[in-house]
């Protein structure tokens, strides 16, 4: 109950500051316009495709992930170290909540709060999609839906996390955004550096099959996998491809091993930050 309590107060606060309505904004007005650009100008945004909806969530999939991840960082770096920044977390645990319940609950809020304003603004884009193509796959929507709330929860898990190692709101934002950079921008950097230092400093013919498995570790990489998974006749169907496994040979090699990357970015940072978060002096 404390979980919940925590939970619903974070809720509360969100809808009170205006942040839930202006995140509805921003989702809404994005969404629509990714789907007019995508059936108005389907040569322009995504070469040599027929305008389909399947072709429109992998073409919306790629943007939302970007959006989803800097919108997680600020509604949530603020979650747990804004609350020991200013004291107000000793309030909290003076009530009967322990550690883990703030924790969870925080977690909960902010997943509801960014869940529910994305929900929304995916069925606005969709629903206009429907007005203008005059049909909806709906079980392809609704599946797309399923893997960008589970992206969703990721970051913001991860993000909720970071902001429970630190009792400093600066902190916390340096170490998101530098996860955020790290590991959706540079990261594919970190296996072919690796494999061009084992190699006396030059590139092999062919790349060893786990620097594959390593390029998988990025949330965004992984969310891709797993829609690739979900909808695997939408993604033949594209004229690029949406997973690099073809042609390795490993049992790692297929788009399911984006649900088990996805599940490590759900639950290890948030451990990491509960156990940094229970052992610290507040």
């Known amino acids: ?9 974070d809720f509360r606060d969100a809808v009170q500051s205006r942040a839930l309505w202006a995140l509805l904004a921003v989702f809404v007005v994005l969404s629509t316009l990714l789907t007019y650009s995508y059936v108005e100008f389907p040569q322009l945004v995504s070469p040599g495709t027929e305008t389909s909806i399947g072709g429109l969530v992998f073409f919306t999939a790629g943007i939302v992930s970007l959006f989803v991840s800097l919108t997680a960082m600020v509604v949530c770096y603020k979650a747990i170290a804004g609350e020991r920044e200013i004291g107000s977390i000793k309030l909290m645990l ?15 809020g902010r997943m509801a709060v960014l869940s529910l304003a994305l929900a929304i603004g995916l069925a606005v884009g969709f629903g206009f999609a429907f007005a ?3 049909s909806l796959d709906v079980l392809t ?14 970051y913001v898990s991860v993000v909720v996390g970071i902001s429970a190692m ?3 709101t600066s902190r916390a934002t340096t170490l998101a955004i530098g996860f955020f950079v790290v590991f959706e921008f540079l990261w594919d950097v970190v296996p072919i550096a690796a494999v061009y230092v084992a190699n006396g400093f030059a590139l092999p013919q062919q790349m060893p099959d786990w620097t594959f498995l390593v390029m998988q570790v990025p949330p965004s990489t992984a969310y891709t996998a797993v829609l690739t998974s979900l909808l695997p006749q939408v993604a033949a169907s594209l004229p690029t491809q949406t ?11 297929v788009p399911e091993i984006g649900f088990a990357v996805l599940a490590f970015w759900l639950v290890v940072p948030l451990a990491v930050g509960y156990v940094r978060f229970s052992n610290a002096d507040l």
């Open 1 to 9: 109950m404390s979980t919940l309590a925590v939970a619903k107060k």
């Open 94 to 108: 003076a009530l009967p909540h322990r550690r883990r319940d703030v924790l969870a609950g925080k977690l909960l």
């Open 132 to 134: 203008m193509l005059g």
């Open 141 to 154: 929507v609704l599946l797309f839906l399923i893997a960008t709330l589970l992206f969703t929860a990721v």
């Open 166 to 168: 630190t009792g400093s």
């Open 243 to 253: 997973f690099a496994g073809a042609g390795i040979d490993a049992f790692y090699a």
